[in-house]
């Protein structure tokens, strides 16, 4: 049945620094705080004149060290054992390629998918069809997680089994309750 499992990287392996530098700074990610441009020097000088901080003060908070989900990095390193693993994220490629070496992370995925790499973004159907073509199966054969609720609606769109992240805990029980051995 179940031949890859794809994970999402910010709100899921690690904690998006995006929504918690928006939350600590009290905006919420909607409107013009959605459609940032996903290179990150823009992002930062973007941000800068909507939040009105200093640019450099935005770097400076998003370079300090984020907390890693080792709970689902363990998950990930059971089911990588039977299963494709994939990473599927919305971000800079340089930013996230150096995060996964930094963490000793990128080994754990046959396959990286960044949106900042492949010209498409979630939630788009085009991003999925890559998706699915890197891994060469087919929508019935991919779980996807993400903490994203769109991005959720638009895998099941095209037939993907999605999972809303919401904890280690649920996910490890919501992959079991799939079918999924690990």
């Known amino acids: 049945m179940y031949k890859a499992v794809a994970f999402d990287f910010f709100g899921v392996i690690q904690n998006d620094q995006y929504t918690v530098w928006l939350s600590n700074h009290g905006f919420k990610k909607q409107g013009e705080f959605s459609d940032l441009s996903i290179e990150m020097k823009d ?20 370079d300090k060290p984020q907390h890693l989900d ?3 990095i363990k998950i990930i390193k059971k089911i990588r054992e039977k299963y494709k693993t994939a990473l599927a994220s919305n971000s800079n490629s340089d930013y996230l390629i150096e995060m996964l070496q930094r963490n000793k992370l990128d080994d754990l995925f046959d396959e990286v998918i ?5 010209g498409y973004s979630k939630p788009s159907a085009e991003f999925f069809e890559y998706l699915l073509k890197k891994l060469d ?4 054969q991919v779980v996807f997680i993400d903490d994203t609720p769109q991005n959720v609606v638009s895998a099941e769109a095209l037939g993907i089994k999605s999972i809303g992240f919401t904890d280690a805990l649920a996910l490890k029980d919501d992959l079991i309750g799939l079918g999924l051995k690990f």
């Open 137 to 140: 199966l087919l929508p019935s």
């Open 114 to 118: 960044i949106s900042g790499e492949v």
């Open 43 to 62: 992002f930062y000088e973007g941000l800068s004149k909507l939040s009105r901080i200093p640019a450099i003060e935005i770097k400076a908070e998003f």
């Open 70 to 72: 080792e709970a689902v």
